[in-house]
T-cell receptor
């Protein structure tokens, strides 16, 4: 089954404790993205990757890092999480140039206390 | 500056009637528009899309209309069903010549279809 998977689905952590949210897709898509969803703000792009070893900032990249060492994986790293990063995070993938439909993962709800 | 706007946070419609969800955009570089549907505890799922060279696209009960001169698009659901109750996100996209991809979402409209 074609899908985007994220782990963990739920995470409660404390300020400053490094964490990684994993994202994997099995569709051989070139492009992958991370979004956060906050009440009243909709979905905002954090980072995206156009291919292996190629990443770029989205609209709200501060406090986040990403890496793309393999085509299928695109982990989101919070080196020193803060309470304002409490949010619902979605990973998504796109087949490649000239494609528009994004396939979303199920989401990761992160709480930073 | 919000480039994609959904001005109605919520909408309630009787089952069987038409639901109309609206979206406005400001960036004339957007060349493709999409609607996503989101249920609680799930990721957004693609619903329907339209290219900027068209003014209408229909898929079953769902029709998207695009008015480029007004920078406005709308999603019509006819007839509305209780299972359509969800948050609907409008999104606009553009590919740059450098190969970067921008997909900008509106804040969403929560649709409630009343049986």
């Amino acid at each position: 089954e074609a899908q985007v998977t994220q782990n963990p689905r739920y995470l409660i952590t404390v300020t400053g404790k490094k964490l990684t949210v994993t994202c994997s897709q099995n569709m051989n898509h070139e492009y992958m993205s991370w979004y956060r969803q906050d009440p009243g703000l909709g979905l905002r792009q954090i980072y995206y990757s156009m291919n292996v070893e190629v990443t770029d900032k989205g609209d709200v990249p501060e406090g986040y890092k990403v890496s793309r060492k393999e085509k299928r994986n695109f982990p989101l790293i919070l080196e020193s999480p803060s309470p304002n990063q409490t949010s619902l995070y979605f990973c998504a993938s796109i087949p490649g140039p000239s494609s528009y439909e994004q396939y979303f993962g199920p989401g990761t709800r992160l709480t930073v206390t | 500056d919000q480039q994609v706007k959904q001005n109605s946070p919520s909408l309630s419609v009787q089952e069987g009637r038409i639901s109309i969800l609206n979206c406005d955009y400001t960036n004339s570089m957007f060349d493709y528009f999409l609607w996503y549907k989101k249920y609680p505890a799930e990721g957004p799922t693609f619903l329907i899309s339209i290219s900027s060279i068209k003014d209408k696209n229909e898929d079953g009960r769902f029709t998207v209309f695009l008015n480029k001169s007004a920078k406005h698009l709308s999603l019509h659901i006819v007839p509305s069903q209780p299972g359509d109750s969800a948050v609907y996100f409008c999104a606009a996209s553009a590919w740059s010549g450098a190969g970067s991809y921008q997909l900008t979402f509106g804040k969403g409209t929560k649709l409630s279809v009343i049986p």
